[in-house]
């Protein structure tokens, strides 16, 4: 039964600005709407290593980022001092600063594609571009070129896992088994009952 898309998990974090903003009811209500549930919730100051693990990145990835750095540099008429690699690498480490800036709150949300339906919720990574009704798209303007430009991460409120595997991943970096409770609420009936007869007297 653990194997029911009912049960599927996703990994959630408010990032600093969000908790700075005042925006944790909002984006934990977004959620909740949905009918997905919080299984785990805590607020916690990141440490650098656990958060280095969780960005995981490899060297394919920071050349390949790098070089959209390079070519926004360049379009804006601004000198080039890294490799790709380099400003690639230094996303990551932009991130981190970023991320220990502040206390964060982390969750795990439960639920059918709860992995997908959250990515919805949240929008693009580029705040700009996500639509509007997400929660980055009604709720932030920063930009992936104003970051680039002023050598800092994206403020884009929250994260949130790509893929099933990976919520998986992150899930076990940032909490303990202890964290993730095993309950049953009454919207579940509604949802997931298949008969709908649980909710009769």
Same mark, same amino acid.
């Given at each position: 039964? +653990?194997?029911?898309? =009912? ?9 600093? +600005? /969000? !908790?700075?903003? &005042? ?11 949905? /009918?997905? =549930? ?14 280095? $693990?969780?960005? &995981?990145? +490899? +060297? ?5 980022? #790098? ?9 804006? @008429? ?9 400003? #690639? ?7 981190? =600063?970023?991320? $220990? ?9 439960? &639920? ?7 990515? =919805?919720?949240? @929008?693009?990574?580029?705040? $700009?571009?996500?639509?509007? @009704? $997400?929660?980055? @798209? ?15 991460? !994206? ?6 896992? %790509?893929?099933? %595997? *990976?919520?998986?991943? *992150? ?7 202890? %964290? !993730? ?16 007869? #649980?909710?009769?007297?």
């Amino acid at each position: 039964m +653990d194997n029911h898309p =009912k049960k599927e998990q996703t990994y959630v974090m408010v990032k600093p +600005d /969000g !908790v700075q903003r &005042g925006l944790i009811g909002e984006i934990i209500s977004r959620i909740e709407k949905t /009918g997905l =549930k919080i299984v785990a919730l805590k607020m916690f100051q990141a440490p650098e290593d656990k958060l280095i $693990t969780h960005y &995981g990145k +490899d +060297d394919a990835w920071y050349e390949s980022k #790098g070089q959209g750095i390079v070519a926004n540099r360049i379009s804006a @008429g601004l000198p080039l001092d890294k490799t790709a690699f380099e400003y #690639g690498k230094g996303i990551i480490d932009a991130l981190v =600063k970023f991320m $220990t800036a502040g206390p964060v709150v982390g969750f795990v949300i439960e &639920g059918n594609q709860s992995v997908a339906i959250v990515k =919805k919720l949240v @929008g693009s990574t580029e705040p $700009t571009t996500s639509d509007v @009704g $997400t929660i980055r @798209g009604d709720l932030t303007l920063d930009s992936y070129q104003m970051a680039n430009l002023d050598d800092r991460a !994206v403020r884009n409120l929250i994260h949130c896992s %790509d893929k099933v %595997d *990976e919520a998986q991943r *992150e899930i076990s970096i940032w909490m303990s088994s202890e %964290d !993730v409770h095993n309950y049953r609420t009454v919207h579940e009936v509604m949802l997931y009952d298949v008969n709908l007869d #649980g909710n009769k007297e």
